[in-house]
């Protein structure tokens, strides 16, 4: 586990972490733009409002990409059962095919 010093809002933390420490110090700055943002844009809000709002706002993320993704996840199988489906048909013509070619060469050589 490698360690980072992230600051946030002028907070410093130090955060543990299994992950790229570039990616978690993307995140961080990410995270404190978006509560900079927050707070120069309105001059009332405090770090905490803000922290929350944005908190709010990656949890709405979130949960919509999961719903897109479960979505995704779905449509998928409905094409891997229609796939399999017309296999299926694919079989049946081609064995009603094949006994419709017996058939007819049977009729041929009844002649």
């Not at 009332?44 to 993704?69: C, F, G, P, W």
């Not at 979505?71 to 694919?90: G, H, P, W």
């Amino acid at each position: 586990m490698e360690k980072i010093k992230l600051t946030i809002a002028n907070d410093t933390f130090n955060i543990s972490t299994d992950d790229n420490l570039e990616y978690v110090a993307q995140l961080g700055e990410e995270l404190n733009g978006k509560i900079n943002d927050l707070m120069a844009s309105n001059s009332r809000i405090s770090v905490t409002q803000a922290a929350i709002v944005t908190a709010l706002e990656y949890a709405d993320s979130a949960k919509k990409s999961e719903n897109a993704s479960e979505n995704l996840r779905k449509q998928i199988q409905e094409y891997i059962e229609d796939v399999a489906r017309a296999r299926t048909d694919v079989e049946i013509s081609r064995r009603e095919i094949e006994r419709l070619n017996k058939e007819i060469a049977s009729l041929k050589a009844a002649r």
